[in-house]
Nanobody
Framework: QVQLVQSGGGSVQVGEFLRLTCEAS???????MGWFRQAPGAEREMVAS???????FYADYVEGRFTISRDNAKNTLYLQMNSLKPDDTGMYFC?????????????????WGQGTQVTVSS
């Protein structure tokens, strides 16, 4: 079992930045790690993922603004979010799954953080 504990998030203005942190209770070197977002009434969707080789995926609407990274020594995953927009508002979840394939579907992910709210106001 891997427990994921999130920190960061909050309320900011358009154009500002935030960094989300996700600390794992165990080594996650062999895991896909990802960030998902869920807006009210909407399905959870992938924002970014990072596989065990360092390969990354970004949703089109965050490409160039968000950066996912991990520090394996600290068992920690990060999401740097720059140039935030109102559409970025939502509950953000970090997630982990074993293996080399980082599915875009939230249903394929096993371990989840508690979620953290991000609100961007214009």
């Amino acid at each position: 079992q891997v427990q994921l504990v999130q920190s960061g998030g909050g309320s900011v203005q358009v154009g500002e930045f935030l960094r989300l942190t996700c600390e794992a209770s165990a080594k996650v070197n062999g895991y896909c790690m990802g960030w998902f977002r869920q807006a009210p009434g909407a399905e959870r969707e992938m924002v970014a993922s990072l596989d065990i080789t360092g390969g990354t995926f970004y949703a089109d609407y965050v490409e160039g603004r968000f950066t996912i990274s991990r520090d394996n020594a600290k068992n920690t995953l990060y999401l740097q979010m720059n140039s935030l927009k109102p559409d970025d508002t939502g509950m953000y979840f970090c997630a982990a799954k074993r293996g080399t394939f980082c599915s875009e579907s939230w249903r394929d992910w096993v371990f989840w953080g508690q979620g953290t709210q991000v609100t961007v106001s214009s």
